[in-house]
Nanobody, 115 residues
């Protein structure tokens, strides 16, 4: 079992910044990829960004150039720095990882961007 706990969500004005954190525990290995997904009201969950253990990253087109994903393998943690946020970034953000063929999700953290 893997447990993921997110923190750092909240209310921010458009154009502002926010940093999300996720701490993993349990049967987690530093070699596992980690990432962030989000789900806005009435919409499907979508990928935001992922990062491999070696630091290779992948971003959704809508956040590329504004968001930065990073990780600390020693702490089994992943972060999402969100800059120049927009109202359309409003969503519940979920931390994600995969381990031993199973996918794991955090409980989610709400990010609300006011215009």
């Amino acid at each position: 079992q893997v447990q993921l706990v997110e923190s750092g969500g909240g209310l921010v004005q458009a154009g502002g910044s926010l940093r999300l954190s996720c701490a993993a525990s349990g049967r987690i290995f530093s070699g596992n990829p980690m990432g962030w997904y989000r789900q806005a009201p009435g919409k499907q969950r979508e990928l935001v960004a992922t990062i491999t253990s070696g630091g290779s990253t992948n971003y959704a087109g809508s956040v590329k150039g504004r968001f930065t994903i990073s990780r600390d393998n020693a702490k089994n943690a992943v972060y999402l720095q969100m800059n120049s946020v927009r109202p359309e970034d409003t969503a519940v953000y979920y931390c994600w990882t995969t381990s031993s063929g199973s996918m794991y999700w955090g409980q989610g953290t709400q990010v609300t961007v006011s215009s």
